[in-house]
């Protein structure tokens, strides 16, 4: 079982930055691969990033390749999304997720994922 704290969102201009942050619970952290999705009013959860369990690959929508940067700290049990150069249309809720341990697949699906953190909201103006 795993639990998912997301932190870290807010409200910035655009072109600002900000680093959301997932704590996750558990001891095998390092076997999940881990994931961001964001959820804009009226749209489906749509896939931001994600990083494998092993080797460390990562894996970005189109929309934020060079802008965004997924990392984790499996000392801390800790995933990283660093958002740059943000825009009004990264405005969402962001969401974290694990899939099942030594899970390797597309990551790119929600249905990839086994577990989900509550949301931290960022807010990008114009």
């Known amino acids: 079982q795993v639990q998912l704290v997301e932190s870290g969102g807010g409200l910035v201009q655009a072109g600002g930055s900000l680093r959301l942050s997932c704590a996750a619970s558990g001891r095998t952290f390092s076997s999940y691969a881990m994931g961001w999705f964001r959820q804009a009013p009226g749209k489906e959860r749509e896939f931001v990033a994600a990083?494998?369990?092993?080797?460390?690959?990562?894996y970005y929508a189109d929309s934020v390749k060079g802008r965004f940067t997924i990392s984790r700290d499996k000392a801390k049990n800790t995933l990283y999304l660093q958002m740059n150069s943000l825009k009004p249309e990264d405005t969402a809720v962001y969401y974290c997720?694990?899939?099942?341990?030594?899970?390797?697949?597309?990551?790119?699906?929600?249905?990839?994922?086994?577990?989900w953190g509550q949301g931290t909201p960022v807010t990008v103006s114009s």
């Open positions: 997720g694990a899939t099942r341990p030594y899970y390797s697949g597309a990551y790119v699906y929600t249905r990839d994922y086994d577990y």
């Open positions: 990083i494998s369990w092993i080797g460390g690959n990562t």
